[in-house]
């Protein structure tokens, strides 16, 4: 009983102390999202931007300092991560035009290249164009708005990056009624369903039916270091019967113990097994300007079905059919890192 009541004694007095400190230096952390947890642009900016000022000779700090209006809460800001443009922005409400024209920002911008604001409805947006993929902790302390630029593997032990091939003005392969487009965002969608719920962190090259450049594709994967890239794509064939699973890799380029044929191999299994469909078999890449052939570390494309075959086209239309090809990705992220935990 009194070991009990010494433990809550020592924890009320824990909980306390830390209310009483963050009352004090009035010190709050802001959560911000990434790109793909947005519907949209959620931030509608305006339509002329203003640079912002940087003070120069104070890089050497941990943050860089963001001045805030008078009375902003740390309720109030927004923060979006869009890393595949490489762009921080931050919503901050009040304020006029002047604001940041009178006050400007310090300390460490080494991992930003310029900055600008635009005036909206109810506040500003900063706009903070970023040198490469990294992710941010912030905190709000006295009006004062403090970030920290991470690279992902200093925040993340496991990463992957999903993409969802094509998006936009670019369709891919148009069969039977449907876009290759559609049918892998509609794969990515359902994948981002499951690997929610494990801890690791997943960046995905689009979220909508937009189109990302191929280069930007590239520069998320290796800016992230990722575990692992895996390109979704479906297959078309010049014969209307052939049908089933099949993988691509890069064979050029060898990573020890893990890599692109490895990766493919795990992918072709899972996802065949996943559907009980037909393995195709592996295939190298054999376009020299694919995505694959640019990254440096393990990548591999799963066609997902045949669009230029009827039967699988049907299949591919369905959300249950949808799901299992997005089970069968799940299990072969899970299975990489499994075998990785067992080898050490």
Known sequence: MKKTTICCICFFVITMGTIIYLSVHKVVTIEGVAQDEVAGETIATGNESHALAFQPGEADSSYLRIPLPEGCKASDITIENHYMDQELWIY??????DFYRENVLSGNHQMINAGSFDLVQGGIVLNLQLTGICECRTILENENLYISFLTPREVYDRIVVIDPAYGGREEGAVRNGLKEKNVVLAVARALKEKLDGEDIKVYYTRMDN??????????????AKADMYIRIETACGEASEEYGIRALYNGTYFIPGFGNIELADTLEREVTVSVSG???????????????????????????????NAQ??????????????????????????EMQEKNG
């Open 312 to 337: 699988e086209a049907r299949l591919l239309s369905r959300e249950d059919y949808i799901r299992r090809i997005a089970d069968g990705i799940y299990q072969s992220i899970m299975t990489v890192y």
């Open 210 to 223: 937009i189109y990302e450049d191929e280069s930007d594709r590239i520069i998320l994967g290796n800016g």
């Open 92 to 97: 901050v409400p009040g304020g006029n035009e």
């Open 278 to 308: 037909k393995a195709q078999g592996l295939l190298e890449e054999p376009d020299p300007d694919s995505v694959l052939y640019q990254l440096t570390i393990p990548a591999a494309t799963i066609q997902v079905g045949y669009l230029s």
